[in-house]
């Protein structure tokens, strides 16, 4: 893991170094050699087989987005959706949530089962229309179930790291 020494420098911990442009990441079982472009890779693919159809990884500068999101939350566009605005700043401040975060990987999945004709039942009087999360298993617990796969993916690739799903 890389820890932020001053804004814009990210130097090795004690328990990592480098060499030829990988880090070197020590975990109490063995030491790991990481490729960070190719991890990428490796990560996407990984979700992609776990079904996901898109995945993110992002670093945890969102200034500019917190900005947004509180202007958003001040203009009252969150609605009955309390739940928004709680938490204070963890929504846009990772490391609050888990100390020492430096990428956030975000994916998304489809509602939409392979071959749905949504515009077939909302034509047809005689039909009822349900959302399609509501049509299958709860979504969140499918989703936490298929990052809980990915992080463990990372982890056999990496070792042992900080993660919350």
Known sequence: MLTPDQ?????PPPASRYINGMQIINTPSEPHLVNFEQLTQQIKTWG?????QQIGIAD????????????????GFHGEMEYM??????RS???????GTLRVISVR??????????????GNDQLGYISRYAL??????????????????IETAVGTFGYRV
Do not use: C
Not at 93 to 99: A, G, H, I, M, T
């Open 136 to 153: 299958g298993r709860d979504y969140h617990k499918m989703m936490r179930n298929r990052l809980q796969k990915l992080a463990k993916q």
């Open 85 to 90: 605005s709680r938490h204070g700043k963890k």
């Open 7 to 11: 804004p814009g420098e990210l130097v």
């Open 60 to 75: 945890t500068q969102l200034e500019i987005a917190e900005q947004r999101f509180d202007r958003w939350l001040a203009q």
């Open 109 to 122: 999945m489809d509602y939409l089962p392979a071959n749905d004709d949504p515009w077939q039942v909302l």
């Open 93 to 99: 401040r990772p490391e609050l949530l888990v100390p």
């Open 48 to 52: 992609e087989t776990l079904g996901f």
